[in-house]
């Protein structure tokens, strides 16, 4: 049997391997008992002639192939019960697997040729309106920047208690909070970043406003657009929780 | 809107966008439900059909597009030579065999199936919008996790994943074909 074949035309020692198994006309089962391991070892001689890389990948496989026959020569040992795959019977899977998913490459090819006749055109080229500038989610210093805004425009606080004897419970929390903008969010269908905290007065109340709604965007509950940077900040609703009992928050 | 209308609506946005529409983004536009919208879809590709229209609809799970129909492609080639698309080398679509059948995969899968590196196809095929990353494998050096696009079913003309030959009879059509018998799996 006088063929020629070269390492180059061979996507990888794979490939070349089930090209002589199907050249043999043998079973990939059968390889070990087969004169492939000779073939394969003889076209070593061309390894020179390929890049580093594809030279390692085809030695590696060489080496495999002599350490199985090395294998076979030797008594075996007495077989563990957890013993690793038989490098055999690794390679015998491995050459199979390749061959199902070379099989199917080219029945993807068939499919790829059916879809040949079949055209689509490119969009329609028509003027539109400027397009709006629209932020889907404000950026986070956006955000900061507005909430700042918020808390200065509050008086500065012209005294401090003098003695602060007594410590409240909080007053408020963000499970207070969450249900008033959600309550707000409720009856229209969209609020601005300013009209949430047109009802707030102390500062602390802004504070936990503000944590209740970053606890809104972590939970999808709202969406936040901003037509023009630096611009008004909305909120819409978007998927609003009806029962949140079983939700913890950052200040619980 | 009548029922005509919806039809009409969804062809003409079809028509205009060129480019596949996703279905959600069509079903927002003419304000029906899930069920409307998939009986609209399905009557629509009916009808297409059935009247052997030059212009056919082209439906994927998330997308709808109109393209020719393959039936008349000789007469449109009598005209016009339109640029036929470049078919894949054996390592491409080897690699996009793995990826497809076995997704989420990564590249040492891939490179574990064919025993070659897969930089190079994999690059291709994510340049050509056949592969995307689906998100990132919980192991050391977070290896990124591929998948197919809808932009290869269209090229592949399968609707769903689940139209890929199946690889079960890829394997026993090998097998009987070594047995040499005669029935073939259908296709």
Redesign the interface.
Known sequence: MAYEVHLKEFDGPLDLLLHLIEQAKVDIKDIFISEITNQYLSLMEELDELDMDTASEFLTMAATLVYIKSRSLLPKPPKEAEEEEDPEEALVRRLKEYKLFKQAGEKLNELSAGMRGVFSRLPEEFALPPQEYELEQATAEELFAAFMDVLNREEPESSIPEIAKKVDADKYTVRTQLVKIRAKLKEGASVTFEELFEATSVKLEKIVTFMALLEMIARQEILLKQPTPYGRITITAYNLKEDDADAEYMDE | MEYNERMGAIECIL?????PVPIIELQRAIGVTDIEMEHIIRSMDELYKREKRGIQL?ITAETM??????EY?RY?EELVQ?V??K??S??M??T???I??RQPVTKADIE??????CEYAVGQLMKLGMIRELGRKNVVGRPMLLGTTDAFL?????RSLSE??Q?SE??NA?TEE?DNTEDKASD
């Open positions: 028509f205009v966008s060129g480019d082209f597009q109109l393209v020719s129909n393959k492609t449109v339109p036929q698309s078919s894949f054996q390592s679509l080897e996009l065999s793995v497809a059948y574990a199936v064919r025993g070659v590196r269209r090229h592949f003309g399968i890929l030959p690889l890829i394997e090998e070594n």
